[in-house]
T-cell receptor, first 110, second 109 residues
Framework: DADVTQTPRNRITKTGKRIMLECSQT?????MYWYRQDPGLGLRLIYY???????NKGEISDGYSVSRQAQAKFSLSLESAIPNQTALYFC?????????FGSGTRLTVV | GQNIDQPTEMTATEGAIVQINCTYQ??????LFWYQQHAGEAPTFLSY????GLEEKGRFSSFLSRSKGYSYLLLKELQMKDSASYLC??????????FGTGTLLAVQP
């Protein structure tokens, strides 16, 4: 099993729908992150959490929310999806320097 | 704030050496990372520099100059499988990775 698991791997949704992307990890790391990746823009940080009671906005948090249900689980929600949220989303975990990324969720909003 | 610059694309020949540069400006510094990412896949860790100088790992080496806000990734004996994006990332003052836009390397026969 992968250390960092993201579900779903691919998702197509309609504009205005609520959608949740899930991330779970078996590495026992306290720190978890959500990034989105768009062509030409690299990886941009959406939200991050340094422990279960700590949630912080990243550089592009508007239109997103997160929930840290447990040390191992960090979910990203789009309350009302819009087409410019079409992107590849990555969850990552870390302890100090070592970052481990999930395989990504490719989200398309039509 | 943080600003990271690296070339958008590079092309090199199989068996050759290529150097990918990265400059950064940050309000705090917690190390400079390099990741490799094949299209549609997750980034994978290549190297980490926190002190000035060269770190060598097999065919890959990474260099850091903190006074110049400069790093490079050196790839030797290029192979076709090295065709990928190479992401420079700054650990920043608050231990969250901030990435540059990545350099897409194409290795040609």
């Amino acid at each position: 099993d992968a250390d960092v698991t993201q579900t779903p791997r691919n998702r197509i949704t309609k504009t205005g729908k609520r959608i949740m992307l899930e991330c779970s990890q078996t590495k026992g790391h306290d720190r978890m992150y959500w990034y989105r990746q768009d062509p030409g823009l690299g990886l941009r940080l959406i939200y991050y959490s340094f422990d279960v009671k700590d949630i912080n906005k990243g550089e592009i948090s508007d239109g997103y929310s997160v929930s840290r249900q447990a040390q191992a689980k960090f979910s990203l929600s789009l309350e009302s999806a819009i087409p410019n949220q079409t992107a590849l989303y990555f969850c990552a975990t870390s302890v100090f320097r070592g970052y481990t990324f999930g395989s990504g969720t490719r989200l398309t909003v039509v | 704030g943080q600003n990271i610059d690296q070339p958008t694309e590079m092309t090199a020949t199989e068996g050759a050496i290529v150097q990918i540069n990265c400059t950064y400006q940050t309000s705090g510094f917690n190390g400079l990372f390099w990741y490799q990412q094949h299209a549609g896949e997750a980034p994978t860790f290549l190297s980490y520099n926190v002190l000035d100088g060269l770190e060598e790992k097999g065919r890959f080496s990474s260099f850091l100059s903190r006074s110049k806000g400069y790093s490079y990734l050196l790839l030797k004996e290029l192979q076709m499988k090295d065709s990928a994006s190479y992401l420079c990332a700054d650990g920043g003052a608050t231990n969250k990775l901030i990435f540059g836009t990545g350099t897409l390397l194409a290795v040609q026969p």
